[in-house]
């Protein structure tokens, strides 16, 4: 499970929400892209498939 605290969870809330409204994910400043960074860290420890050759036919499955 990803976990963020509180205050982190508004930044993100906030950042989907906008990007919801307008289509675009436009960064308003440095928490937005460290919210964004801790979260692919975590996604990087959990997930092997980034790492792997057939990384875009699992993706390409992932998104159907």
Request: without cysteine; hydrophobic residues 40%; aromatic residues 6%.
């Amino acid at each position: 499970a990803l976990t963020l605290s509180h205050p982190r969870a508004l930044v993100m809330f906030e950042l989907l929400a906008r990007f919801r409204e307008t289509g675009s994910i436009g960064l308003l400043d440095s928490t937005e892209r460290e919210v964004l960074a801790q979260i692919l860290a975590v996604l990087e420890k959990r997930l092997e498939e980034p790492f792997s050759e057939d990384y875009s036919k699992s993706h390409e499955t992932a998104r159907k």
